[in-house]
């Protein structure tokens, strides 16, 4: 499985910015798909996470009301629209594909990342 994650960037606290990941190489639409986050000197942390339909979604307690995960099963994509965005925030941002349909199924295959900064 191949992910590709795309949007990352600078932006000032109360700012947006969409992430979005492109996957390849397995049946989408069968498995679940999540963000996670590392901030320097951090563990990687799960942020948002989407069920195979797109039913169901997690959101660690962090980004409740702030960031929306969704998924396009036809274009093969997950975003992660981040709002209200926070020093805190600053992370570099990984895409990873599901083991299972759903999110809290575990995760097998990661993307390379994109960079987020917020400044306050």
């Known amino acids: 499985v191949q992910l590709q994650a795309s949007g990352g960037g600078l932006v000032q606290a109360g700012g947006s910015l969409r992430l979005s990941c492109v996957a390849s190489g397995r049946t989408f639409n069968n498995y679940a798909m999540g963000w996670f986050r590392q901030a320097p000197g951090k563990d990687r942390e799960f942020v948002s996470g989407i069920s195979w339909t797109g039913g169901t979604t997690y959101n660690t307690d962090s980004v409740k009301g702030r960031f929306t995960i969704s998924r396009d099963n036809a274009k093969k994509t997950v975003s992660l629209q981040m709002n209200s965005l926070k020093p805190e925030d600053t992370a570099v941002y990984y895409c990873?594909?599901?083991?299972?349909?759903?999110?809290?199924?575990?995760?097998?295959?990661w993307g390379q990342g994109t960079l987020v900064t917020v400044s306050s």
């Open positions: 990873a594909a599901g083991r299972g349909k759903y999110p809290d199924n575990g995760y097998d295959f």
